[in-house]
């Protein structure tokens, strides 16, 4: 039994849900998102309330139910208000700038790194070591970070690198003289 399955999603004032047979339409003021649902899994709407229901016991469908319950649980919470990942760049000479829709990345290579933002994400750039990830997609949003974070991941000696902002890095001790 699936505790977080069997949970009833509470669709929010101003954000409009249609499900057309296995799939699924959600419309709010931030924008729209679909999806399409497994064939084991089932949505009944119910005025403001949508439950998902899955159609047999089948190992498949036990592990499809939760899985669709949070999903559309986060299309529903990312038309409503956006998602955001924040990264933190560290290191002498390591910086961002924002041109247009991209990302101007200085992490001391011989040459700057260009990053364009996918289809639905925004950056903000609030200063020259801080980069904010906004979108409605969860799923996008933490991709995007996680594809910026790989451009330089934090290194254990120095500490320098990207990382995202709640990431504690685990320092290593260096060599030591004689």
């Not at 290579?109 to 020259?128: K, L, R, W």
């Amino acid at each position: 039994m699936s505790r977080i399955g069997n949970k009833p999603i509470t669709v929010p004032a101003g954000v409009e849900v249609k499900i057309d047979g296995s799939h699924i339409l959600v419309k709010g003021p931030k924008g729209t998102l679909e999806r399409t649902i497994e064939p084991e899994i089932s949505l009944k709407l119910e005025g403001e309330t949508l439950t998902v229901l899955r159609d047999s016991d089948s190992r498949k469908s036990k592990s499809l139910h939760g899985l669709t319950r949070t999903l559309i649980n986060n299309m529903i919470s990312g038309v409503q208000n956006e998602f955001t990942r924040e990264l933190q760049i560290n290191g002498v000479g390591y910086k961002v700038q924002k041109q247009g829709n991209n990302l101007n990345l200085s992490l001391g290579y011989s040459h700057p790194v260009i990053f364009e933002a996918p289809e639905g994400i925004t950056f903000d750039v609030p200063n020259a070591n801080t980069i904010i990830v906004k979108g409605i997609d969860k799923e996008l949003v933490g991709q995007t970070a996680a594809v910026i974070r790989t451009k330089r991941p934090p290194e254990v000696y120095g500490g320098k690198g990207i990382k995202y902002i709640e990431e504690v890095i685990r320092r290593k001790v260096g060599k030591t003289g004689k």
